[in-house]
T-cell receptor
Framework: NAGVTQTPKFRILKIGQSMTLQCTQD?????MYWYRQDPGMGLKLIYY???????DKGEVPNGYNVSRSTTEDFPLRLELAAPSQTSVYFC???????????FGPGTRLTVT | AQSVTQLGSHVSVSEGALVLLRCNYS??????LFWYVQYPNQGLQLLLK??????LVKGINGFEAEFKKSETSFHLTKPSAHMSDAAEYFC??????????????FGTGTKLQVIP
């Protein structure tokens, strides 16, 4: 099992460009999350999904969009990249009734 | 509302010395508490979790944490630090949100440096 995979590992974007961060899990978990991690700030929830076809906003959703067409995939879309979106992005997942979240290795994004 | 406070953004210990990383929480309901470890350029990995069973929780790599309700604390300890313990550690509290998802609040992290 690969667990939770994220692509790309690194990306540099220019202001105004768009991109999609990919997250795939092979654990058959219902719940999936996108977090961003900024130095000294811990992790902040961007969006989450409780199952295929169901998504909702977290604490810091502005500037992002998500979709969940399958159990396995939960892509995060940045439409108009801004310097404030420079961060490390983590995808996480867990199964119903479990409290342990499994994290992907992260995507380091720089917007200049 | 729930929150987590980690005391000390950086902690240095000598190899072989006691590791103590402090975490205090606030939660309006009985909390579920976690410690995660993050090695450089990696995602977070669960060290241990408290889910209302035994108050002394043992985790991987020799770490343990004690849930103290009266002090609202969940400090992480290890009797003898190893060089491989150098990493960033996050305390987290979680509960089930009314929207049906697990709301996890992370602390701001403590970077542990181990000095040879």
């Amino acid at each position: 099992n690969a667990g939770v995979t994220q692509t790309p590992k690194f990306r540099i974007l220019k202001i105004g460009q768009s991109m999609t961060l990919q997250c795939t899990q092979d654990m058959n978990h219902n719940y999936m999350y996108w977090y961003r991690q900024d130095p000294g700030m811990g992790l902040k929830l961007i969006y989450y999904s409780v199952g295929a076809g169901i998504t909702d906003k977290g604490e810091v959703p502005n500037g992002y969009n998500v979709s969940r067409s399958t159990t396995e995939d939960f892509p995060l879309r940045l439409e108009l990249a801004a310097p404030s979106q420079t961060s490390v992005y983590f995808c996480a997942t867990h199964t119903s009734g479990s409290y342990e979240q499994y994290f992907g290795p992260g995507t380091r994004l720089t917007v200049t | 509302a729930q929150s987590v406070t980690q005391l000390g953004s950086h902690v240095s210990v000598s190899e072989g010395a006691l590791v103590l990383l402090r975490c205090n929480y606030s939660s309006s309901v009985p909390p579920y508490l976690f410690w995660y470890v993050q090695y450089p350029n990696q995602g977070l990995q669960l060290l241990l979790k408290y889910t209302s069973a035994a108050t002394l929780v043992k985790g991987i790599n020799g770490f343990e944490a004690e849930f103290k309700k009266s002090e609202t604390s969940f400090h992480l300890t290890k009797p003898s630090a190893h060089m491989s313990d150098a990493a960033e550690y996050f305390c987290a509290v979680s509960g089930w949100n009314s929207g049906g998802y697990q709301k996890v609040t992370f602390g701001t992290g403590t970077k542990l440096q181990v000095i040879p």
